[in-house]
């Protein structure tokens, strides 16, 4: 087969491809611990007699949650988390500042708040990879894309049957709600926010409305409303896996935020292009899922408009635009750590000229700190993207 340009990409591996690499296997073993202690808890309690639900729905949720997979949506979440906590306090301080940024002052600056935060972000990132779980296991069985194959072992409905696959799909998606439950910080705001834009992200709106776009795809007829339908089944449960982190602080509506939403989006479309690339090239051993699956199922995708050079065409289109919002993100911060600082700084009233003096200065060197980390994360989106457009499976 002729080497495609992604294939070559991924022979050359940069120094920064290979940080990459350890960053997300760090990222990985966070969420597989997280799966592997709920899914352990789950069958535990499944054989009291007082778990009150039946063991077969654990049996069934944990085996599709503990299958294996890429954990990409719940990875995104923890760099959310990176990205927000490397965010420069000075960029914050450079706009008119809302009540919520005491929030992160406090994540940032006071260890106990710091540590409950990061323990609701990786919860919340387990139930986006429950609702993820869930949408494979209703997406394969005989009624949508009819696959037997998933993470490379039998499908959910082939080993317990599909009246169990789909009540296990919406055990895990219902469960979901309950590990949110758990992650509004005791604020009820924050709690509605979250609850709400999962929704927003898993809903008809969402990835539920595109699956069902999927399922009518033979009347698509043009690329932008396959395009549109890429953007809802998966761009919008991985644009609000990254976000995630910033909708908990109350900090969506900051402008790195709704960048980080923008290099999202494109990475989203990227993720499916390539999925449909992928499912015509790969074969099932590579995959972990049947090859093949669209056409089989004459469904609509970039394939059915384009030829394989060309789709890569678009995914590189997308994959520039995720670059595009990132190197956006970081001239801002840049630039916000270039304005005169130590202005508004607390000193006391006494405070001698070289105490203020002093104190500014340990002020531009803690913003230079958090410019360089904040800077190190977007390099690990920015890999991150191209891992997506090169990857095999
Ligand atoms: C598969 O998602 C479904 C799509 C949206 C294309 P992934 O390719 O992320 O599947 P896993 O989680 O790695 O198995
Ligand atoms: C599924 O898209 C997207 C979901 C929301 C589950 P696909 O049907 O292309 O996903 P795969 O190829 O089976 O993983
Ligand atoms: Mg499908
Ligand atoms: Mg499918
Ligand atoms: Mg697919």
Do not use: W
């Not at 002052?105 to 919860?123: E, N, Y």
């Not at 995914?315 to 993100?329: G, H, N, P, V, Y």
């Amino acid at each position: 087969m002729k080497k495609t340009k992604a294939s070559k990409i991924a022979l050359q591996l940069s120094p920064k491809a290979i940080h990459f690499q350890k960053y997300y296997a760090e990222k990985k073993k966070i969420i597989d611990q997280q799966i592997s202690k709920y899914s352990e808890s789950l069958r535990k309690k499944a054989s009291s007699s007082q778990a009150g639900y039946p063991p077969k729905i654990a049996q069934a949720m944990t085996y599709a949650l503990t299958a294996g997979g890429k954990r990409l949506r719940p990875i995104l979440t923890l760099m959310g988390y990176d990205a927000l906590l490397h965010l420069p306090l000075h960029h914050l301080a450079a706009r008119p500042r809302p009540q919520s940024d005491a929030s992160v002052d406090q994540i940032k600056q006071v260890p106990a708040a710091a540590k409950s935060f990061r323990q609701q972000v990786v919860k919340i990132a387990l139930a986006l990879e429950m609702i993820h779980t869930y949408s494979l296991i209703h997406d394969d069985l005989p009624a949508m894309d009819n696959d037997a194959l998933r993470r490379g072992k039998p499908t959910c409905h082939k080993v317990f049957g599909d009246a169990m696959a789909i009540l296990a799909g919406d055990a895990l998606l219902t469960e979901a709600f309950t590990v949110l439950a758990q992650c509004g910080g005791g604020q009820p705001a924050t709690l509605a926010t979250l609850l709400a834009e999962t929704t927003r992200a898993a809903g008809i709106k969402g990835m539920l409305g595109g699956q069902v776009l999927d399922i009518q795809s033979q009347d698509i007829s043009m690329l932008s409303q396959l395009q549109a339908m890429h953007h809802m089944k998966t761009g919008a449960l991985i644009r609000f896996s990254l976000c995630a982190p910033f909708y908990h602080a109350q900090l969506h509506k900051t402008a790195l935020c709704q960048a980080l939403e923008r290099y999202a989006i494109a990475l989203g479309l990227l993720f499916q292009i390539t999925d449909d690339i992928l499912d015509y090239t790969e074969t099932k051993e590579n995959l972990g899922k049947p090859a093949r699956s669209d056409l089989r199922n004459n469904k609509t995708t970039y394939l059915s408009f384009l030829s394989v050079a060309e789709a890569y065409g678009h995914a590189e289109k997308a994959l520039q635009q995720a670059q595009a919002s990132l190197k956006k993100i970081s001239l801002n911060i840049e630039a916000s750590a270039k304005t005169p600082r130590g202005v508004g700084i607390e000193i006391g009233r006494g405070s001698s000229l070289s105490q203020k003096t002093n104190t500014a200065k340990q002020h531009n060197l803690a913003a230079d700190a958090s410019v360089r980390k904040m800077n190190e994360t977007l390099t690990m989106f920015s890999e991150l993207a191209k891992f997506v457009y090169s990857r095999k499976k």
